[in-house]
């Protein structure tokens, strides 16, 4: 009788403890750590000392750092950008698709089920200066003279670890953005047909504005990722040539690995996070103006 006495808004959150019980400890208590860590010198040559904000201070004046961190949003932005380019008119089509939609979703959704470490791999091949398709096709259809070392050189480097890893986040963006443009009323655009509006001004004035809360979404999760990933980028070209895509998620490694220092690594790591914080925040500013 008493649990029926409690409002909806307090069982809604009696029920959430547990899971943010467990999210205190599996986010939370790393987290902490992670940041103590950040103001230690902590390394294998010389004795642990608390440092206050010296691995930040080390960190910020840093030309290796500074380089890497626009590279980073070099990334970031190019892969969110090329994931929404690719993905609304992917949603866009399969939303006017009546015969065979639940089966061309099924196949769209494929890439997302592939690693992106995998992703990597085969865009690897795929750009190959010997046996690559995609030289192949370039070559055949007379866009090239001859084959193109993609990954051998820096700006086209960027390019492909850009497309490797948004190919596996287009299918992700399409779902998000095919759930806004099913909840638009089909009654809007035939008024707009019948003012005389074209397929541009329908998607300024209609489509947008009511699909922007999915398309929101899907964006920030889309930039926190790419932002914080390596995957395609290690396995396809190590943050090479000339570290032409030397991330800050690779400096992250070589301080831990090849380095051995843990306080500047979770420095990298703090920066990282608040990075991270800072794009979601104009996201959800965004989101919550909506």
């Known amino acids: ?173 399409t779902i998000l953005t095919l759930a806004g443009l099913e909840a638009i009323s089909r009654t809007l655009y035939e008024s707009a047909d019948m003012d005389g509006a074209d397929i541009f001004q329908k998607t300024r004035y209609i489509t947008l504005p009511l699909a922007k809360g999915p398309i929101l979404t899907g964006l920030l999760i889309t930039s926190v990722f790419s932002f914080r990933t390596i995957d395609a980028i290690f396995s396809l070209t190590k943050g090479g040539p000339a570290r032409g895509t030397y991330v800050l998620g690779m400096l992250n490694l070589d301080y831990i690995y090849n380095y051995i220092e843990f306080g500047r690594a979770a420095a990298v790591s703090v920066y990282l996070a608040l990075i991270c914080l800072l794009i979601a925040a104009v996201y959800i500013y965004f989101l919550l103006k909506e």
Do not use: C
């Open 1 to 173: 009788m008493k649990m029926r006495n409690i409002p909806d808004s307090k069982f809604g959150m009696l029920l959430s403890l547990p899971g943010l019980f467990l999210l205190v400890l599996w986010v939370g208590i790393p987290l902490l750590i992670l940041i103590s860590v950040s103001f230690l010198r902590f390394n294998v040559l010389e004795p642990t000392q608390f440092i206050g904000f010296d691995n930040y201070i080390h960190l910020f004046k840093d030309r290796v750092f500074r380089n890497a961190l626009l590279r980073t949003i070099t990334f970031f932005a190019g892969s969110t950008l090329l994931t929404f380019l690719l993905a609304y008119p992917t949603a866009w089509s399969l939303s006017r698709i009546r015969k065979g939609g639940t089966t061309l979703r099924t196949l769209v959704m494929f890439p997302w089920a592939v690693p992106l470490i995998v992703s990597g791999f085969i865009w690897g091949w795929m750009f190959n200066a010997a046996y690559g398709v995609i030289n192949h096709l370039f070559v055949t259809i007379g866009l090239f003279e001859s084959n193109i070392n993609f990954i051998g050189q820096s700006g086209t480097a960027m390019l492909a670890v850009v497309i490797a890893d948004a190919w596996t986040r287009v299918p992700f963006m």
